[in-house]
């Protein structure tokens, strides 16, 4: 496509409940980031995958965050057992190169709200 | 953890009026970025500038960068109402496998 793909756009869970957060980058981009917006904060990075390999995932609050990007493409992030406080807007971001040399593009996001 | 700070936290001038932020950040980089984002959106890359240059302009957009001081400063001349939005600074360090370190962000309004 056109652009990073994020969905749902909203989601509300219980808390307690799993929720899966999807993720379609800009075909043919290499890198991919997963980041956490609080309100009012500036995004704060999760995971990187270079095509499918999560190179880094030393942003990730806890065991309960986990992402996926098996085929290089799509990336699944998922969250366990949801907590209040992961409510946030999680952003997806792309970019062609395997750093993000002229910049990464990013979707509009998935905003998270337990209740 | 952010990166840095960014000054002001808010800023509101008059259309046609400059605006100009400012970034700090704490360890050596690669390159600094600056994005935009409109509230309930996501960001948009404005303009990248790497560590070995110190201006770059780019339309109605000029940056600087003083890595000695650490520090970055955007510029956008002659606002408009449509410049209203969140500007981040964010920083690729030195060594990291390319992920962004993102500042708190400055508020900017632009009152027409």
């Known amino acids: 496509g056109a652009g990073v793909s994020q969905s749902p756009r909203y989601k509300v869970a219980k808390r307690g409940q799993d929720v899966a957060l999807r993720c379609d980058p800009i075909?043919?981009?290499?890198?991919l980031f997963w980041y956490q917006q609080a309100l009012g904060q500036g995004p704060e990075f999760l995971t990187y995958?270079?095509?499918?390999?999560?190179?880094?995932k030393s942003g990730l609050p806890s065991d309960r965050f986990f992402a996926e990007r098996p085929e290089g493409s799509v990336s699944t992030l998922k969250i366990q057992r949801t907590q209040q406080e992961d409510s946030a807007v999680y952003l997806c971001?792309?970019?062609?190169?395997?750093?993000?040399?002229?910049?990464?593009?990013f979707g509009s996001g998935t905003r998270l709200t337990v209740v | 953890s952010q990166q840095g700070e960014e000054d002001p936290q808010a800023l509101s001038i008059q259309e046609g009026e400059n605006a100009t932020m400012n970034c700090s950040y704490k360890?050596?980089?690669?390159?600094l970025q600056w994005y935009r984002q409109n509230s309930g959106r996501g960001l948009v890359h404005l303009i990248l500038?790497?560590?070995?240059?110190r201006e770059k302009h780019s339309g109605r957009l000029r940056v600087t960068l003083d890595t000695s001081k650490k520090s970055s400063s955007l510029l956008i001349t002659a606002s408009r109402a449509a410049d209203t939005a969140s500007y981040f600074c964010?920083?690729?360090?030195?060594?990291?496998?390319?992920?962004?370190?993102f500042g708190q962000g400055t508020t900017l309004q632009v009152k027409p």
């Open positions: 500038i790497r560590s070995n240059e």
């Open positions: 075909s043919g981009h290499v890198s």
């Open positions: 995958f270079q095509n499918e390999a999560q190179l880094d």
């Open positions: 964010a920083t690729d360090e030195s060594g990291n496998t390319g992920k962004l370190i």
């Open positions: 360890t050596s980089i690669n390159n």
């Open positions: 971001a792309s970019s062609l190169r395997d750093r993000g040399y002229y910049g990464y593009t």
